[in-house]
């Protein structure tokens, strides 16, 4: 289970849709495909805003994002 803030993670989210929308998220699109994975990913993708995502913000956006798509345990 991801350990963050879900509804902070939904806040922060929409910056990330300014330059995709959640259809990344779902088959067929979706590559990711474990928790690890996907805190991997928004650390990687979190690096190109400026300032970066912190931790807690990486923790926040991963519980939104494992809440309401991937739902891995």
Partial sequence: ?????ATRGEK??????????????????????TL?????????????YNPAFKKAEVDDLVAYLNRDFYKFR
């Fill in 1 to 5: 289970r991801a350990a963050g803030d």
């Fill in 12 to 33: 922060l989210h929409e910056s990330c849709l300014s330059c995709h929308g959640t259809e990344v998220y779902v088959p067929p699109k979706r590559k990711v495909t």
């Fill in 36 to 48: 690890a994975a996907l805190r991997k990913e928004t650390v990687r993708w979190g690096d190109h």
